[in-house]
């Protein structure tokens, strides 16, 4: 949960500290004081847009920071972690500025990211619902993610294994029509790759062949000029014509020392290393001799040779830098040539495949959908209940759950296709072909009768402004045992209500507010009673600059506050007396 905001120079507030904590915390003051700043601070800290208007006038830059109390999120501190955030004394801090020239940074736990990458680590800490987001109810989307949600982890569970076999069914699908779609390119990059092996076989390479034939072919063209140097050396090793050579050399350097060995270990040493030496200079010798004997020049075979290698380097111009890169190759088009030739044997694979997971579709989304219809009936019930201590006793919600029939029209055309292409999306259940999606064959609808004889209606056709913000707060009370979301924040959602049902309202809050931080900015004083923290936002001004402050209240100031919402008074004695009435009141029915 939050524990603390900073905001500084943001619309009319200057510098202003927020200390929240546990429980129900309501913001009141006067139209205009800038109460609907510190929602709009709170939302630049979830990453939403930044909108350099917001700016205080005469500032360079507005700021925002957020201290959030990370002990009992794992997930966030860990996401905060990836980002090269860090988590201290289990405190993470948050941060966004914002100039006057519109530029925009984020901070989270003292890491630069991106306000993209701030909103999607802080998405789990805060619901946000004002009169704007009550139209995020009314969306079908997040008719079916409420009902999802209080449906518990069965539905959970089930929805995954549903996820996984419709995701498999379109990657089927995607692979079968591509597969369909492209016979001729198929056809021809087959064709190609038989042309090439074909051409690689007649060549017949062996591994390695090209760079032993470039050694041979190197030696056979130079035969007589390394016959010559072979010769000379031999020659100067041991001379057959009485000449000096190395050997002579070295047996008359070992019979000096020799003569001498007895005299002094020393000469004895060096004169058995000149007697290795002689047996090396002997045997080399012999096998400089044999090498020039058997070089011979060979025309026959050097232009074999250079014919075999033109053939190699044929193929490596095509298939490889090597003929061990071109014998590779081959290999991989042999195992697609096979993949390419076995295209009727994949379609019928993938068909049958496709059709095992139409199936499985149907099947899992049949649970699904019992699911759902059972949790339907559930949380319409609480929900219903709900709205009776919100002071609308005769409303009664319906949650419908159906599904989007195919036409005969589509089903024929369905039918009728070959192959159809990816994502077709519609799987027969029990005779009847069904549209579906990654969420299921299900569509989820709100409906609502907000008084006795009325017929049930979609919300954005049967609420008011009043009966929709409780609705929506009718529902988060419902969803808050199923809910991990730490921090909620209601934006006047009261607007409209007044009366019994604004002090029902208080009390719903109040009791949101045992299971998580609840944060309200409000104008009924009616809610406001059931605050444990009470802060005002107050307006001051120099006649030039309006500027406002954030101040929690004690008891006694909460009672003006009060009676000034009352009465728009805050020493009025009979605004007073009902403004202590109000706060006896919450506090007993609490």
């Not at 943001?10 to 309501?26: A, N, Y």
């Not at 990453?47 to 201290?67: K, L, P, T």
């Not at 195992?335 to 009727?344: C, M, Q, V």
């Not at 299900?442 to 954005?460: I, K, Q």
Request: with cysteine.
């Amino acid at each position: 949960m939050f524990e603390e905001i900073r905001i500084s120079h943001l619309g009319v507030i200057e510098e202003s500290t927020l200390e929240l904590g546990p429980g129900l915390t309501v913001i009141t003051g006067e139209t205009g004081a800038g109460k609907t700043m510190v929602v709009t601070a709170l939302g630049l800290l979830l990453g939403g847009r930044a909108d350099s208007g917001a700016v205080r006038r005469g500032a360079s830059q507005a700021r925002v920071e957020g201290v959030v109390a990370a002990e009992r999120l794992p997930d966030f501190a860990r996401d905060v972690a990836d980002h090269g955030g860090d988590v201290e004394d289990g405190r993470v801090v948050l941060a966004r500025n914002i100039s006057a020239e519109g530029r925009s940074r984020a901070w989270v736990g003292g890491a630069t990211v991106p306000a993209s990458k701030l909103a999607l680590v802080t998405e789990p800490l805060v619901a946000v619902h004002g009169q704007s987001d009550q139209h995020r109810l009314l969306r079908p989307s997040a008719q079916r993610r409420a009902l999802d949600r209080f449906a518990g982890p069965e539905l959970a569970e089930v929805l995954e294994e549903y996820r996984a076999v419709w995701h498999r069914l379109q990657a089927v699908e995607r692979e079968l029509h591509e597969v369909v779609t492209s016979a001729r390119e198929r056809a021809r990059e087959a064709d190609q790759l038989r042309f090439a092996l074909e051409e690689i076989e007649r060549v017949d390479p062996s591994p390695g062949e090209d760079v032993t034939l470039a050694a041979e072919e190197t030696r056979l063209g130079f035969a007589d000029t390394l016959r010559l140097a072979a010769e000379t050396a031999r020659e100067s090793l041991s001379s057959e014509h009485g000449t000096p050579d190395a050997l002579a050399a070295a047996a008359a350097a070992r019979a000096a020392l020799e003569g001498v060995r007895d005299h002094d270990p020393e000469a004895a040493s060096l004169a058995e290393r000149l007697a290795e030496l002689t047996y090396l200079l002997s045997d080399l010798a012999a096998d400089v001799s044999s090498y020039a004997a058997g070089l011979e020049t060979d025309p026959l075979r050097l232009a074999a040779v250079s014919e075999r290698r033109s053939a190699l380097l044929a193929l490596t111009r095509k298939y490889g830098e090597t003929i061990d890169e071109v014998l590779a190759w081959s290999g991989e088009a042999a195992t697609r040539l096979l993949a390419l030739d076995d295209t009727d044997e994949l379609v019928g694979q993938l068909r049958s495949e496709r059709e095992e997971l139409r199936r499985r579709v149907a099947e899992v989304g049949a649970h699904l959908t019992e699911l759902r219809t059972a949790a339907a009936v559930r949380l319409a019930a609480e929900v219903s209940d709900e709205l009776t201590l919100l002071a609308m006793p005769h409303a009664r919600v319906e949650v419908v759950v159906r599904q989007q029939e195919v036409t005969d029209a589509a089903r024929e055309a369905t039918e009728a296709s070959a192959e159809p292409g990816p994502g077709t999306g519609a799987v027969e259940v029990g005779g009847r072909l069904l549209r579906c999606g990654a969420w299921g064959l299900d569509e989820v609808e709100f409906l609502l009768a907000a008084n006795a004889g009325m017929h049930p209606r979609p919300l954005d056709k049967g609420a008011s402004g009043g009966e929709l913000s409780r609705v929506m707060l009718a529902v988060e009370v419902v969803l808050a045992a199923t809910t991990t979301v730490p921090t909620f924040v209601f934006d006047e959602v009261d607007a409209g209500v007044g009366g019994k049902a604004a002090i029902e309202i208080g009390r719903r809050l109040a009791q949101l507010a045992r299971r998580a931080q609840v944060l309200v900015v409000t104008h009924l004083p009616q809610v406001a009673a059931f605050a444990d923290r009470h802060i005002v936002v107050a307006k001051a001004s120099d006649g030039s600059v309006t500027t406002s402050g954030l101040r929690t209240l004690a008891d006694g100031e909460r009672e003006r506050e009060l009676s000034r919402m009352l009465a728009g008074l805050d020493d009025s004695d009979t605004a007073l007396a009902h403004a202590r009435e109000l706060i006896e009141t919450a506090r007993a029915t609490r």
